[in-house]
């Protein structure tokens, strides 16, 4: 069993609720954590590897965890991903989902709903990409 799998769903499944409660930054960031650890799990998988192994490469990226994980991911879909429209709108989403995500944890401003339900649109669309072009 994946754990990291786990807390994807907990942390979308988190999202959803927090926005229903009006908490929108927390919920923002739980939409980004939601994709980043599906990401990371089907890395793993598609790789056939180990999270110890991915930690290694991550410690090694100049890009650093979040970096490598993203770029890895996005270079498979690019490879899996015929149309290029197609392509270059779900790397502006996962753009535009750490964008929200940054501005939520560290600025000092308001996060209204829009960002939040965009946020956790754009997680969903970036995780149902992922499951079905990365086997």
Same mark, same amino acid.
């Given at each position: 069993?994946?754990?990291?799998?786990?807390? /994807?769903?907990?942390?979308?499944d988190?999202?959803? &609720?927090? +926005? %229903?409660?009006n908490?929108?930054?927390?919920?923002?960031?739980? @939409? $980004? $954590?939601g994709?980043f650890?599906?990401? #990371?799990?089907? !890395?793993? *998988? $598609?790789? %056939?590897?180990?999270?110890?192994? +991915?930690?290694? &490469?991550? !410690?090694? @990226?100049?890009? =650093?965890?979040? =970096?490598?994980? +993203?770029? *890895?991911?996005?270079? +498979?879909?690019? @490879?899996?991903?015929?149309?290029n429209?197609?392509?270059?709108?779900?790397?502006?989403?996962?753009?535009?989902?750490?964008?929200?995500?940054? %501005? @939520?944890? $560290?600025? *000092? &401003?308001?996060? !209204?709903?829009?960002?939040?339900?965009?946020?956790?649109?754009? /997680?969903?669309?970036i995780?149902?990409?992922?499951?079905? *072009? !990365? #086997?």
């Amino acid at each position: 069993m994946s754990y990291l799998k786990q807390k /994807s769903t907990f942390n979308i499944d988190s999202a959803q &609720e927090l +926005i %229903k409660m009006n908490y929108y930054a927390p919920s923002v960031h739980c @939409s $980004y $954590y939601g994709c980043f650890q599906f990401m #990371k799990y089907t !890395l793993k *998988n $598609y790789h %056939k590897t180990t999270y110890e192994k +991915i930690e290694q &490469e991550c !410690l090694n @990226s100049p890009r =650093g965890t979040h =970096g490598y994980i +993203i770029d *890895n991911t996005l270079a +498979i879909l690019k @490879s899996k991903i015929n149309n290029n429209r197609d392509f270059a709108n779900i790397k502006r989403k996962l753009k535009d989902l750490k964008t929200f995500r940054i %501005k @939520s944890d $560290y600025f *000092n &401003e308001q996060i !209204l709903i829009d960002d939040a339900t965009k946020s956790l649109e754009f /997680s969903e669309t970036i995780i149902r990409t992922v499951k079905t *072009n !990365l #086997k």
